[in-house]
T-cell receptor, first 114, second 115 residues
Framework: AQSVTQPDIHITVSEGASLELRCNYS??????LFWYVQSPGQGLQLLLK??????LVQGIKGFEAEFKRSQSSFNLRKPSVHWSDAAEYFC????????????FGTGTRLQVTL | DTAVSQTPKYLVTQMGNDKSIKCEQN?????MYWYKQDSKKFLKIMFS???????INETVPNRFSPKSPDKAHLNLHINSLELGDSAVYFC??????????????FGDGTRLSIL
């Protein structure tokens, strides 16, 4: 069965600083990988996804993520954080071809200081 | 023009009661889901329906009964509510039945509080 680990429960960065949120997965082959963002009181919004091909994927709101098979990682990055990026970020993994089951990590809460 | 809408947004009730949460999507998707997010923000799938057929049931207590009258609606009925049912319940939908290039779209959640 697949699993996801997000090692950082809480991260604080200054506005304008760069950001990297870590995600490690466990799966026997190449999974499908996703990053979602949850703002307070809101549902989850898809930031980006990786299925195959180029290991660096671009998403919305200036986010990108890089799939590294050797490290079983799919870290989320942003070069310059805005105060509106403060939210909870979830990494998720899905097994290709299986019945639509996503496994989510426990989330990383991002706080942005001005 | 909300894509996935859930009602109610907040639900406060007493232990032992029966309650329902409704979900509707206007994306034309075939597959809908219910997730539970606990107090530690851990998100876990409960059920998935495709074209009104149950395809995922993640060992959820049978007090929880999903019902899909059509592919645009997936309601969640909960009998004999317990304190441990307090959580945020998210509805989601996607265009396919398998994990592929059809990401899941989420509603804003229903915060259920059991007194």
């Amino acid at each position: 069965a697949q699993s996801v680990t997000q090692p950082d429960i809480h991260i604080t960065v200054s506005e304008g600083a760069s950001l990297e949120l870590r995600c490690n997965y466990s799966y026997g082959a190449t999974p499908y990988l996703f990053w979602y963002v949850q703002s307070p009181g809101q549902g989850l919004q898809l930031l980006l996804k990786y299925f195959s091909g180029d290991t660096l994927v671009q998403g919305i709101k200036g986010f990108e993520a890089e799939f590294k098979r050797s490290q079983s990682s799919f870290n989320l990055r942003k070069p310059s954080v805005h105060w509106s990026d403060a939210a909870e970020y979830f990494c998720a993994v899905g097994a290709p071809g299986t019945a639509s089951k996503l496994t989510f990590g426990t989330g990383t809460r991002l706080q942005v200081t001005l | 023009d909300t894509a996935v809408s859930q009602t109610p947004k907040y639900l406060v009730t007493q232990m032992g009661n029966d309650k329902s949460i409704k979900c509707e999507q206007n994306l034309g998707h075939d597959t809908m889901y219910w997730y539970k997010q606990d107090s530690k923000k851990f998100l876990k799938i409960m059920f998935s329906y495709n074209n009104k057929e149950l395809i995922i049931n993640e060992t959820v207590p049978n007090r929880f009964s999903p019902k899909s009258p059509d592919k645009a609606h997936l309601n969640l009925h909960i009998n004999s509510l317990e304190l441990g049912d307090s959580a945020v319940y998210f509805c989601a939908s996607s265009g396919g039945t398998v994990v592929g290039n059809q990401p899941q779209h989420f509603g804003d959640g229903t915060r259920l509080s059991i007194l």
